[in-house]
């Protein structure tokens, strides 16, 4: 549970520092125990040790689109990773983990594949990534701790994010945020083999603390709007789901092919060039409306969602601009039932809470967060129906699932600032 006052209370300067105090507490604490664990692990100096500190994000609109160069929005919030590390002089990184057992260990100038279910494959993936494009020479140990179980949180993008910024700064780098992004890309599409966008490093490293990042993928312009300051008061409540290996592996790649298959046929049908890797960004919206009924059923629905979702995230980024967060949740719970009707994604445990959410009396907006298969449903909600909302996920979840019964939790998260250095 995150450390937040469960009060109802309205906006204003007293609530504001008490998020502000908890959220520096919490922070301090952990880095206390990362340097403690740092210095038995390696026997640092106090003085030698850095921080790392990288936000979760979620993605209120523009799901299941940055693959195909569409339109985004992503918020970060109060939860992150944080990393602790100094530099290895011998050029070889080792790691150790407060979540995950054992010590990763490689050397730069002999950089092993990716293995299935290693943990370290984001710290080989980042480091090769560095390697190819700068020549780095020096290594880390580093000690890393994620605050809330993995999955649809862009734990992933954040451990890659904080690999590469600390091998960037033992290595004197100075890195624009746009190579970053492109870098821990890298580390997910070559390395790990999946073939996702840039939507969640992009927010991560974009993001700024109670602004709404909007994005295009295809251009890479983005723009952060603040939330109206008499509007300000909401939480990101995150419900864990107890999954936390994914159901069906494969379906994240098999979605993007679908999209890429859909782009391919409807400039096919409408006499178009088509380009060597299709997007549905490459198809016009007119297209898609003329040619549509010939597509086969799943390269269709998965068409479908992209351009609703297109249209979704204009819409919400007006009502954001506006304050209105009754209509940004409409809009965020119409996203989270065509990523279950159209995209066709989610296990059953992860629709079972988004249906709850989305129905619940203090919840703006809900939906699944990443591709649904494990990890968390996210949710915008009034402070004052904290217990409410705990209280019947408590009572209701477990009784559609007992088999996550003692591993699902409740989260209620503020928004957070983006990646810090200290």
Avoid at 84 to 97: E, M, T
């Amino acid at each position: 549970m995150m450390g937040i006052a469960r009060r109802s209370v309205g906006p204003s300067a007293l609530f504001r520092f008490t998020i502000w105090q908890a959220m520096t507490e919490q922070i301090e604490t952990r880095r206390r125990a990362l340097l403690r664990a740092h210095q038995s692990t390696f026997s640092s100096r106090t003085s030698d040790v850095r921080f790392a500190a990288v936000p979760y994000r979620i993605c209120p609109l523009g799901a299941h689109v940055d693959h195909q160069l569409g339109l985004v929005t992503g918020l970060t919030i109060n939860a992150g990773i944080q990393l602790a590390y100094s530099r290895n002089a011998s050029g070889r990184v080792r790691l150790a983990s407060r979540n995950l057992s054992g010590l990763i260990e490689f050397g730069l100038d002999c950089i092993a594949p990716a293995s299935p279910g290693d943990w370290g494959n984001y710290a080989r993936g980042a480091a090769l990534a560095l390697r190819s494009a700068h020549g780095i020479q020096w290594g880390i140990d580093g000690v890393i701790d994620g605050e809330l179980p993995a999955g649809g949180i862009s734990s992933s993008a954040a451990v890659g994010v904080a690999y590469l910024i600390a091998l960037e700064d033992v290595n004197g780098l100075h890195i624009s945020q746009r190579e970053n992004i492109a870098l821990d890309q890298e580390i997910e599409n070559r390395y790990i083999g999946l073939n996702n966008g840039i939507m969640d490093q992009s927010v991560i490293l974009l993001g700024q603390e109670g602004r709404l990042l909007q994005l295009d993928c295809q251009t890479g312009a983005h723009e952060s709007i603040e939330f109206p300051a008499s509007n300000s008061q909401f939480d990101v409540t995150l419900v864990y789901s107890g999954l936390s290996r994914s159901l069906a592996s494969t379906d994240y790649n098999r979605r993007v092919t679908e999209c890429r298959e859909a782009a391919a046929l409807l400039l096919q049908h409408a006499g178009n060039p088509i380009p060597d890797h299709p997007v549905l960004r490459h198809v016009s919206k007119e297209i898609f409306d003329a040619y549509a009924h010939l597509l086969p059923v799943a390269p269709r629905k998965r068409a479908q969602h992209f351009f609703d979702e297109n249209q979704r995230v204009p819409r919400g980024v007006d009502a954001w601009r506006d304050g209105d967060l009754a209509r940004f949740g409409n809009l965020i719970n119409a996203s989270g039932e065509s990523s279950i009707t159209n995209y066709e994604c989610g296990a059953p445990h992860l629709i079972t809470l988004y249906r709850m959410l989305s129905e619940m009396p203090g919840v703006y907006g809900a939906r699944f967060s990443g591709a649904g298969f494990r990890g968390f449903a996210a949710a915008l909600t009034d402070p004052g129906a904290r217990n409410e909302i705990e209280g019947r996920i408590q009572m209701e979840y477990p009784k559609a699932h007992p088999d996550i019964a003692d591993k699902f939790s409740v989260h209620f998260c503020r928004p957070g600032p983006g990646v810090r250095l200290q």
